[in-house]
């Protein structure tokens, strides 16, 4: 069963740091892109990050850059998102998903989501 | 920065078509995918490229894409259609862009 699973959310003060990670099962991390979107509660999504699958080619949301960082390890069969420097607006249910970049780019799977609370 | 626009809300009747539509500038030059987010649910991809539908998903749904608009079409609307859709698309400047959302009311 395709399936993937984040952790790592929880409640951060500004400024603050926070790692979450996505464990993948049910296929081969490393065949595929890997993207993290970001849903504040009662808004729309929003794309934070991709990371191509040999993890040469990483884009990030105006939003976030400088202050995420996405990566991967394919032996650990697992995505990662490094937040920094965390604000009140970087509060939101963060989803992992894998991104087909074939012909037709999308999101075929999706985690559950893990909230991420930016409050002192 | 590229943006994609969808009406906030669209209401339907069971059993009759709904249109949702999102709007960019040429659009029609790229794909186009939507997903639908049930209250408390992940997103869930209904349609890629345009017009095409994973595995799974009803053939009461489909999509259009031309000019500046996309089209995600459900015919046949079921109460189980009830939901937030979301379009998506990729620009080379933005990256990966979604629309606000709909939210599909079957009444």
């Known amino acids: 069963q395709v399936q993937l699973v984040e952790s790592g959310g929880g409640l951060v003060k500004p400024g603050g740091s926070l790692r979450l990670s996505c464990e993948a099962s049910?296929?081969?991390?490393?065949?595929?892109?890997m993207s993290w979107i970001r849903q504040v509660p009662g808004k729309g999504l929003e794309w934070v990050s991709y990371?191509?699958?040999?993890?040469?080619?990483?884009y990030y949301a105006e939003s976030v850059k400088g202050r995420i960082t996405i990566s991967r390890d394919s032996a650990k069969k697992s995505l990662y998102l490094q937040m920094n420097s965390l604000r009140a607006e970087d509060t939101a249910v963060y989803y992992c998903?894998?991104?087909?970049?074939?012909?037709?780019?999308?999101?075929?799977?999706w985690g559950q989501g893990t909230l991420v609370t930016v409050s002192s | 920065s590229y943006e994609l626009t969808q009406p906030p809300s669209v209401s339907v009747s069971p059993g009759q078509t709904a249109t949702i539509t999102c709007s960019g500038d040429?659009?029609?030059?790229?794909?186009v995918c939507w997903y639908q987010q049930k209250p408390g649910q992940s997103p869930v991809l209904v349609i890629y490229?345009?017009?095409k539908r994973p595995s799974g998903i009803p053939e009461r749904f489909s999509g259009s894409n031309s000019g500046n608009t996309a089209t995600l079409t459900i015919s046949g609307t079921q109460a189980m259609d009830e939901a937030d859709y979301y379009c998506?698309?990729?620009?080379?400047?933005?990256?990966?862009?979604f629309g606000g959302g709909t939210n599909l009311t079957v009444l």
């Open positions: 049910g296929f081969t991390l490393s065949d595929y892109y």
């Open positions: 490229q345009d017009n």
């Open positions: 998506q698309a990729w620009d080379t400047t933005s990256y990966v862009v």
């Open positions: 998903a894998r991104y087909n970049y074939d012909s037709g780019r999308r999101m075929d799977v």
């Open positions: 040429k659009l029609g030059n790229k794909y």
């Open positions: 990371i191509s699958s040999s993890g040469n080619t990483i």
